[in-house]
């Protein structure tokens, strides 16, 4: 493809630690109800196996469709 660049080492340790940092105010977030938080936590941690990704994949449209506006205040108070 013409034009793309992959991403570099250092772009993606950045891009991961936004992330990281923008999760960790979701999870401060008062406005968003304490067991999802919960839910969004045990997502997030190295548990092998699938475990960790079916609640990522069955939280997400949950934040993405009710706690947009938060989602987007985190990823800009980074």
Do not use: N, Q
């Not at 990281?20 to 067991?35: N, S, Y």
Request: proline residues 10%; glycine residues 6%; aromatic residues 8%.
């Amino acid at each position: 493809m013409a034009g793309f660049a992959p991403a570099t080492v250092t772009e993606m340790r950045a891009s991961v630690g936004r992330t990281l940092r923008a999760m960790k105010i979701l999870a401060r977030d008062r406005r968003i109800p304490r067991p999802l938080r919960w839910l969004a936590a045990l997502a997030l941690l190295p548990i092998p196996g699938p475990f960790d990704e079916a609640v990522l994949l069955l939280i997400a449209p949950v934040f993405l469709i009710f706690y947009r506006p938060h989602l987007r205040d985190a990823w800009r108070g980074v």
